[in-house]
């Protein structure tokens, strides 16, 4: 079993930076691929990135590309994502995922899920 809890969400106004953070408790975390999602109110979960359990697979979604680096620390059991130039578009609950297999874009192939944590991008 793991658990997941996210935290470093909050208001940031267009072109700032945000980093997420994924503090995971279960002695398995460090083999599990992680994902992180996000949803605004009247959407759908969307795939934003994702990291293999060694962090040699990192992939994600084209809006995200160059604004957007996931990265992990086994060590302390947390997964990272930073966040750069921001835009209001960006404007979501972020969510951290977990799966025991490799890295994956898709919501319904992971396991665990953190609770999620607020980013909103003010114009």
């Known amino acids: 079993q793991v658990q997941l809890v996210e935290s470093g969400g909050g208001l940031v106004q267009a072109g700032g930076s945000l980093r997420l953070s994924c503090a995971a408790s279960?002695?398995?975390?460090?083999?599990?691929?992680a994902g992180w999602f996000r949803q605004a109110p009247g959407k759908e979960r969307e795939f934003v990135a994702a990291?293999?359990?060694?962090?040699?697979?990192?992939y994600y979604a084209e809006s995200m590309k160059g604004r957007f680096t996931v990265s992990r620390d086994n060590v302390n059991n947390t997964v990272y994502l930073q966040m750069n130039s921001l835009k209001p578009e960006d404007t979501a609950v972020y969510y951290c995922?977990?799966?025991?297999?490799?890295?994956?874009?898709?919501?319904?192939?992971?396991?665990?899920w953190g609770q999620g944590t607020q980013v909103t991008v003010s114009s």
């Open positions: 995922a977990a799966r025991g297999r490799g890295a994956s874009a898709s919501p319904q192939q992971y396991d665990y």
């Open positions: 990291i293999n359990w060694n962090s040699a697979n990192r």
């Open positions: 279960g002695r398995t975390f460090r083999s599990y691929a």
